[in-house]
């Protein structure tokens, strides 16, 4: 009896011991499969492509630099953007000669300032300026020292300078920018007879040689190696110092903002502190902590109801050499309302595109497609430029490649907007993301940074005036109808911000007290595919592979978001959840 039980357990532990072989195993194969998987997944997505959505013309050519995964992810966590610039030429390694030239206007825009020295830039007067080191956006500023550092582009600070005669004088101490005589390579201010001579070359400060044989230097922002010494940085530290050094299109690239301009265009950072509001917020943007108020319903006579979409909205759009994008797009609008909205579209440029495309562009009269003269306008200036055309009250901002649905209720933005003195309502343009929340500056241990609740506006769940399912907010997606003056007003999208442009403009509306209302139920779809866009003749190349992927790779995204940081004066940018602390204080 115990032999049978004792040969019984056996079986059960044999049994288990099986199953769990088994299971170790298909474990095991599962994880080499996903790993096996991981290392082509790039190629395995260019294949499904050629084989399921035509792109072959498109990306056939870009299997030799998407291979090389260990290369590109090392450049995309590179600092070196001069490295990551030259690599570049890999990247269009197989263009066809008529895509060449786009490369080079690109590329040679923000080359070293060396072509021609004698030729200087116009200048229409002798500043004031603000200098910004316009790779990550920090500004030529005064320590405590007294001597040339990086900082921050303050407006709540005296950082000007006026450039004339080749010497670039500060305001605040009445001296100018001179070489440093114990070590040559640094800068220091100086009177004014012993400054050096400085010329503004495609947009650089280069020094004015002593002699024909004097190598060619730049005003630069400079780290110090052991190995090398000062060499010139295109991310400086703050406080960084500032010297002469070979130039560099990332370390000596500059842009001399007027002083006006550059007051009006951070007006936001002067906005007075409260200290009962923010608490332990002590930074320059912490003035943007104020409240805006809820939501409120017009009177009567206040209200101008829109009775025909196509005399009160206008759609938006910024795309990249992707007019079948646009014309998918288009159609899916009519298809949707059964009427032409107004369209302004903002392409890059310089060259038109097929006649094939621009018969098919020609099929929607009611939109304006422009052609930039640049091939790299970015989305912050194209829509700005865009924004700038638009003669109805209201615009409707989408994507290239989103698509509208039967969940895409215009009527009801228009009537929010007609009825309260809302100035945006956003939809929802990727579903579940939940994007939508409230904006807070703060201290994040130590650091200055900008808070983001995503989810936040529905949690609240403050509702507006007759519409129970829309909420008061300070953000939503790039799904949303504004007012158009009120968009003008605050001065459309950042210029300097080729991409990352969203949550600037969203703080721009809420430095000027523009309301915001978020409806979750209005949807549109993102579709970055082929699905629904038909190819006409030879027109796969619209895409431009070039562009496409080299303008908006990840390099771009990080060198954008450090500019957006130093535009409001932070280190950090922090994601939050729904119940956030401070979010009891909106009221």
Not at 18 to 27: P, Q
Not at 335 to 364: C, R, T, W, Y
């Amino acid at each position: 009896m115990n032999d049978r039980r004792s040969n019984g357990m056996k079986l059960q532990l044999c049994i288990k011991l099986s199953l769990s072989a088994t299971l170790f195993l298909s474990v095991l194969v599962f994880l080499l499969l996903s790993l096996w998987n991981d290392q082509d997944e790039e190629q395995i997505a260019i294949k499904s492509y050629n084989d399921n959505n035509d792109y072959s013309g498109i990306y056939g050519e870009d299997n030799a630099v998407i291979s090389n995964i260990q290369d590109r992810q090392r450049l995309q966590e590179s600092d070196n953007y001069d490295e990551i610039f030259e690599e570049d030429e890999a990247v269009i390694s197989n263009l066809e000669d008529e895509e060449r030239p786009l490369f080079d206007e690109l590329n040679n825009s923000s080359k070293a300032p060396l072509t021609d020295p004698d030729i200087s830039d116009d200048l229409s007067s002798t500043g004031p300026f603000r200098i910004q080191f316009t790779a990550e956006g920090r500004c030529l500023g005064i320590s405590e020292a007294k001597v040339p550092v990086v900082k921050f582009c303050n407006p709540g600070e005296n950082d000007a300078f006026v450039f004339k005669d080749g010497k670039l004088k500060s305001e605040e101490l009445k001296h100018c920018i001179g070489m440093d005589k114990t070590d040559t390579k640094l800068l220091v201010f100086t009177d004014c007879e012993e400054a050096i001579n400085l010329k503004l070359v495609k947009k650089s400060l280069v020094k004015k040689p002593d002699h024909e044989s004097e190598v060619r230097l730049c005003l630069s922002a400079v780290d110090y190696k052991k190995a090398s010494g000062w060499k010139g940085t295109n991310r400086p530290k703050l406080g960084a110092k500032v010297g002469l050094t070979e130039c560099k299109r990332g370390a000596s690239s500059v842009e001399l903002i007027e002083e006006a301009s550059f007051l009006k265009d951070r007006e936001a950072l002067l906005l007075p502190v409260s200290k009962t509001l923010n608490g332990t917020c002590n930074f320059t943007a912490c003035g943007m902590n104020r409240h805006v108020p809820p939501v409120k319903a017009l009177s009567s006579k206040q209200i101008e109801r829109c009775s025909n979409l196509t005399q009160c909205v206008t759609v938006l759009t910024k795309t990249a050499r992707r007019p079948l994008f646009v014309i998918r797009l288009a159609k899916v609008l009519r298809e949707q309302f059964n009427v032409d909205l107004p369209m302004v579209v903002i392409d890059d440029g310089p060259n038109n595109h097929s006649a094939k495309i621009m018969k098919e562009i020609a099929k929607f009269p009611n939109m304006k497609y422009i052609i930039a003269d640049s091939p790299d306008i970015g989305i912050s200036e194209g829509r700005s430029m865009g924004l700038q055309m638009i003669k109805t009250k209201y615009f409707l901002l989408l994507d290239d490649d989103m698509v509208v649905t039967d969940q895409t209720n215009l009527t009801k933005l228009v009537e929010i907007l007609d009825t309260t003195d809302a100035s945006l309502v956003g939809g929802e343009g990727m579903v579940g993301s939940n994007f939508a929340g409230f904006l807070r500056f703060d201290n994040h241990k130590g650091a200055p940074t900008l808070m983001h609740a995503k989810g936040s506006c529905t949690a609240l769940h403050q509702s507006i005036p007759g519409f129970a399912d829309c909420f008061r907010c300070e953000i939503t997606t790039n799904v949303f109808m504004a007012r158009t003056q009120d968009a003008l007003n605050v001065g459309g999208w950042s210029r300097e911000l080729k991409i990352i442009e969203h949550k600037d403009f969203f703080l721009r509306l809420k430095a000027a007290g523009k309301k915001v209302v978020y409806c979750p139920k209005v949807t549109a779809v993102n579709r970055d595919c082929s699905d629904g866009v038909v190819f006409v003749g030879g027109a796969e190349k619209a895409f431009d592979k070039f562009r496409y992927y080299a303008l908006f790779r990840s390099v771009r995204h990080k060198q954008m978001t450090k500019k957006f940081s130093n535009r409001w004066n932070i280190l950090k940018i922090l994601t939050t959840g729904s119940r956030a602390a401070w979010l009891k204080d909106i009221k």
